[in-house]
Nanobody, 122 residues
């Protein structure tokens, strides 16, 4: 059974850092793209970043460029999202998802995790 489990969320002060992890199982990670999305209360789910596990190509939302870094470890079946210089507007539930291609379209992803809460506040 395909599973994705996010971890690493929490409460952090503005300017701080967090590293989110997405542990996958039940499928061959290097056959998939992994995307990180987030959803704040009252807002639509939006792309943060995604990576192709086969060739390492990445893309970032404008809000994430220069602050967030996506990376993967196929041997550990895990994808990471390093988030630096966090802002209050980064507060959201963060989800990882697996799909066939690197895309910003959430409906193109097949499998989703349950999410991890990130709160940026002083």
């Amino acid at each position: 059974q395909e599973q994705l489990v996010e971890s690493g969320g929490g409460l952090v002060q503005p300017g701080g850092s967090l590293r989110l992890s997405c542990a996958t199982s039940g499928f061959i990670l290097d056959h998939y793209a992994i995307g990180w999305f987030r959803q704040a209360p009252g807002k639509e789910r939006e792309e943060v970043s995604c990576v192709s596990s086969s060739d390492g190509s990445t893309r970032y939302a404008d809000s994430a460029k220069g602050r967030f870094t996506i990376s993967g470890d196929n041997a550990k079946n895990t994808v990471y999202l390093q988030m630096n210089s966090l802002k209050p507007e980064d507060t959201a539930v963060y989800y990882c998802a697996a799909g066939a291609v690197v895309t910003v379209i959430p409906t193109m992803y097949y499998y989703w995790g349950q999410g991890t809460q990130v709160t940026v506040s002083s």
